[in-house]
């Protein structure tokens, strides 16, 4: 364990403000144990900068700022460049953190040969109901599943394997899980890290997650064959159940 590891945690959003105040508060009511908080907004129009600007008054570790960007995950990439503290969390705008379990516990606990610390999420659904997430490994046939928004990163592991593409729109995240996970030294935590809410994605988005996957399956020779074969299977799965509810619901 490397003693007092420093936190910085990153927030991007564009036109989030609904979401980012309740993000906003859920940080800073940690905020003895994080040494920055980083929001990147993406030139918002509906008033999310002010909700930032009012915090950043008066928190000095809050920093912040407002440009365009390409996507998501060019959003990530500029926060992370940001970034100073050893270790990093990107939290999504709209998500809080879990109220019994500090952030900083877990990466005190961690020892320093750890790259990634992977916890679990709580996701709430429209009925009020929620699941829990958590990551897991199994050896046997090498497969994993690990929840992006609890994923703690070592801002020296970025550094040495890369950003996420902003080629992709929606699942950069995975990519780089599955490209990177295999590569460094990881941590499964039991704890819930982050709450948040179990928003279906727009017709629209879902054919783009099922373009991307894919595009994934048949293109990205850096992954496994099986890896590539279950991306395929995927989207024409989700595909088929998208225009299998379309159908319904006329």
């Known amino acids: 364990m490397t003693d007092n590891p420093t936190l910085s945690v990153v927030t991007v959003c564009r036109n989030a403000r609904q979401e980012i105040e309740s993000t906003i508060q859920s940080v800073l009511s940690h905020a003895e144990g994080i040494d920055e908080y980083i929001i990147v907004d993406g030139n918002s129009t509906d008033g999310t900068l002010d909700v930032i600007l009012d915090y950043a008054g008066k928190y ?22 940001m970034a100073r503290g050893d270790w990093i969390h990107l939290l999504n705008a709209g998500d809080v953190y879990e109220e ?45 599943e690990f929840p992006h928004p609890a ?3 070592r801002r020296r592991c970025y550094m040495t394997v890369g950003l996420y593409s902003a080629k992709f729109k929606i699942i950069s ?11 460094v030294r990881y941590l499964l935590s039991d704890s819930i890290l982050v709450t948040m809410a179990h928003g279906g994605l727009s017709t629209a988005a879902s ?44």
């Open 207 to 250: 054919l783009r997650l099922f373009y991307e996957e894919f595009l994934l399956g048949v293109f990205f020779r850096k992954w496994p064959l099986r890896y590539r074969l279950d991306a395929a299977k995927r989207s024409f799965r989700g595909l088929a159940s998208l225009l299998s509810r379309s159908l319904r619901s006329k």
């Open 173 to 183: 995240d995975g990519i780089w899980i599955m490209q990177n996970i295999p590569r």
């Open 151 to 153: 994923l703690i990163v």
């Open 60 to 81: 000095p570790l809050l920093r912040w700022i407002s440009e365009p960007d390409t996507n998501l995950y060019d959003a990530m990439n500029k926060g992370i460049l």
């Open 100 to 144: 019994f379990l500090p952030v900083r516990e877990l990466v005190e606990e961690t020892p320093e040969t750890v790259d990634v610390i992977a916890a679990g999420i709580k996701r709430f659904h429209a009925d009020g109901s929620y699941d829990i997430w958590k990551p897991w490994y199994d050896e046997k046939t090498n497969k994993y």
